[in-house]
């Protein structure tokens, strides 16, 4: 069993349709973060986040330390916003390294 | 904005041949990273460097090597390349531990 888990593998939705993603994790954390990969594969940073909720412009992630699980949503979904989502947790220890997901890729259609 | 910068973008090389993955940050972050991630696969560490002069092998075993002289560059080589080594390779930076981890575009290496 992998120790960040993610749902669904795959998602599809129309345009304007609110999305959510799902990160649960089974190790002892510093932060969680969520992370965009296009299809070119670069990856950008969305958020890090340790407790809460956290929100940019139309996406919103929020986490329970307690239930060892964190959200992903995307408001009013557009095409753009076709990518694969990587839930990553920092381990930490001392090193604080990052414990990547299989990634959950969202396809947008118009 | 994230200054970090992979080149090349796309690599086809032949078997045998040696190879250097470039990595360079404007950020002045000490902590650098290399990723190996399979298509459809998750990424997994092959390098880490906390500074100039400290490298560390990281949780998936590579036959790569890296070297950090200095703070910008973060250089990967693989002396002999084969088709095992058909993967796409991304560099990351922190700033310290704790904080959020700026990626690099990645460079896809084919070696045929």
């Known amino acids: 069993k992998n120790e960040v888990e993610q749902s669904p593998q795959n998602l599809t939705a129309q345009e304007g349709e609110f999305i959510t993603i799902n990160c649960s994790y089974s190790?002892?954390?510093?932060?969680l973060h969520w992370l965009q990969q296009h299809p070119g594969g670069g990856i950008v940073s969305l958020f890090m986040l340790s407790s809460g909720k956290k929100k940019h412009g139309r996406l919103i992630a929020t986490i329970n330390i307690q239930e060892k699980h964190s959200s992903l949503h995307i408001t009013a979904s557009h095409p753009r916003d076709s990518a694969v989502y990587i839930c990553?947790?920092?381990?930490?220890?001392?090193?604080?390294?990052?414990?990547f997901g299989t990634g959950t890729r969202l396809q947008v259609f118009p | 904005e994230a200054d970090i910068y992979q080149t090349p973008r796309y690599l086809v090389i032949g078997t045998g041949k040696k190879i250097t993955l470039e990595c360079s940050q404007t950020?002045?972050?000490?902590?650098m990273y290399w990723y190996q991630q399979d298509p459809g696969m998750e990424l997994h560490l092959i390098h880490y460097?906390?500074?100039?002069?400290?490298?560390e092998k990281g949780d998936l075993s590579s036959e790569s090597t890296v070297s950090r002289i200095r703070t910008e560059h973060f250089p990967l080589t693989l002396e002999s390349a084969r088709p095992s080594h058909t993967s796409q390779y991304l560099c990351?930076?922190?700033?310290?531990?704790?904080?959020?981890?700026?990626f690099g575009q990645g460079t896809r290496l084919t070696v045929v």
């Open positions: 990553a947790v920092g381990d930490g220890h001392n090193t604080d390294k990052l414990i």
């Open positions: 460097s906390y500074g100039v002069n400290s490298t």
């Open positions: 990351a930076t922190r700033d310290r531990v704790g904080t959020e981890a700026f």
């Open positions: 950020m002045g972050h000490d902590k």
């Open positions: 190790v002892g954390i510093s932060a």
